[in-house]
């Protein structure tokens, strides 16, 4: 050990005093020493580690026997369904727009003041067909149908003295040709009677012109009389042309009245009282408020597998949901028409249904965004099982005296949930819906609904479509 030895007087510290060198041990014996030491301490180091070997081997080896567990196989609860074969056709739901089935401008016919207007002719008012939508002032109108009512008059009335002065002329012709007839007869006796000398050359001329006078007398008769009822046929036409005035004046008439063609919802009216309107101005459109349609898009794949499955796409049966919320308004609908191109912008065709609303609870609106649901291809003679059934690329597992059998199927079609498919299963067959990451051949397993029947879904689907 060193120690610092400081004198009061600050003087500098004395070295540790050691042993005089003729009192040390040698150098080859303190050597000898530490190695004898060294050796000592792993020798007991080795003494110890192989005492503690020992000692572990003979605990071991004196461990009292422990009876083992049997191993146990692990059993899995599960869900299970009984499958049965069907003609199925999933669903294809897609989004639509309704639009008005029938709407209509209504335009001023005749022009004039505006007298009346219908209370509820205002943007989303309610009409009915038949309804008084706007009157125009009829004054001038009906003075026109006095004045045509008034010629047409005059003219059946010149019609009237034609016709008399055609029968006056067809009785003249008659009087006339009598007249011919004695003159021609009397002609005759004149000139039997200059053969035998009893009259003179004289008497013979004056029968002649007598003659002459009356078959002038027939053609200016004959004359008068086709005049006459040419006079009769220029009347009856323009009989016939005040008749079609008279219509027309009360044609106008009735025009001062515009009235809703059927039940209607108004979009939009510009008619005020003493509004001035002249021929073809907008006064209303109008939108029917029980025919709506649904327009909706397919896609070239969904539009050519409906085509192999009927033929046809008009007439299939379609279902609209309208959200109001959370609250879904299902309507009725039958596909009427396709559009008249291709929707490419859209990657599709276009169908048009016609909805059925009269039995719904809430009135439809153009403009509304829609679900549309329709049944796609059906597929004959195939299972409809849960999605939680299917595994990997084909792969469903049937329960049989409670462990799973793989079987290979193959896919068809998805429908909410479900998968259509064909292949290796039976009807009758158990079919394991709980997923199950271990799910194997041969893994045991415990039907949780076992001989229930009630839980295959397909069953009800099945009985709907054959209906």
């Known amino acids: 050990m060193l120690q610092s030895l400081q004198t009061e007087t600050g003087s500098k510290p004395v070295s540790e005093v050691l042993a005089p060198a003729d009192m040390r041990p040698p150098e080859p014996f303190r050597r ?15 003494a110890i580690l192989f005492g503690a070997v020992k000692g572990m081997n003979n605990l071991v080896a004196s461990k009292p026997e422990v009876a083992k567990r049997p191993i146990q196989e692990q059993s899995y609860a599960v869900e299970t369904v009984a499958v049965t074969t069907g003609d199925f056709a999933p669903d ?29 002719l205002k943007a989303g008012g309610q009409l009915s067909e038949g309804d008084v939508l706007v009157a ?49 007869r009397d002609l005759k006796r004149a000139e039997d009677l200059l053969g035998r000398g009893a009259v003179t050359e004289r008497t013979v001329d004056d029968r002649k012109l007598l003659v002459s006078q009356r078959q002038q007398a027939q053609e200016q008769t004959q004359n008068t009389l086709a005049l006459e009822e040419a006079k009769v046929v220029q009347q009856t036409a323009a009989i016939n042309r005040l008749e079609w005035r008279l219509q027309n004046a009360h044609r106008q008439l009735d ?10 919802i108004v979009r939009s009216e510009a008619a005020e009282l003493g509004r001035l309107v002249s021929v073809n101005d907008a006064v209303v459109s109008l939108f ?25 796409v008009v007439g299939r049966p ?41 039995k719904a609870d809430v009135a439809l609106r153009p403009g ?34 409670g462990r799973l059998e793989p079987r290979e199927v193959k896919s068809l079609a998805i429908d909410e949930g479900f998968i259509l498919v064909k292949g290796g299963l039976e009807p009758g067959d158990v079919l394991l819906t709980t997923r199950i990451p271990e799910a194997g051949e041969g893994l045991l397993v ?17 009985d709907n479509a054959d209906q």
């Open 32 to 46: 000898l020493k530490l190695v004898l030491k060294a050796a000592l301490q792993a020798l007991l180091a080795f």
């Open 288 to 312: 029917a408020s029980d025919e709506f349609e649904v327009r909706f898009t397919l896609s070239d794949n969904q539009y050519g597998r409906l085509l192999a499955d009927s033929g046809t």
């Open 368 to 401: 509304a965004f829609v679900e549309v649901s329709l049944q796609d291809q059906t597929y004959p003679d195939s299972f409809r099982i849960p999605e939680t059934a299917f595994y990997g690329e084909g792969t469903v597992y049937v329960v049989k005296d």
């Open 255 to 264: 025009n001062t009245i515009l009235r809703a063609p059927f039940d209607a």
């Open 318 to 358: 379609v279902e609209v949901t309208w959200f109001l919320g959370n609250t879904p308004v299902v309507y009725p609908a039958i596909v009427s028409r396709i559009g008249a191109d291709v929707a490419s912008t859209r990657g599709g065709v276009d169908l048009i249904a016609s909805i059925d609303s009269s």
């Open 446 to 462: 415990q039907p949780l609904n076992a001989g229930d029947t009630t839980a295959n879904p397909s069953v009800a689907r099945s």
């Open 92 to 120: 294809i739901n897609v989004f639509g727009e309704t639009t008005a089935g029938r709407e209509v401008e209504l335009r001023a016919l005749v022009g004039g003041e505006v007298i009346e207007v219908h209370p509820n």
């Open 136 to 184: 125009i002032d009829r004054f001038d109108y009906l003075g026109a149908v006095t004045e045509a009512e008034a010629n047409l008059a005059e003219a059946r009335a010149a019609l009237v003295e034609s016709q008399g002065r055609v029968e006056l002329e067809k009785a003249n012709v008659v009087r006339v040709k009598e007249q011919l007839e004695f003159a021609e």
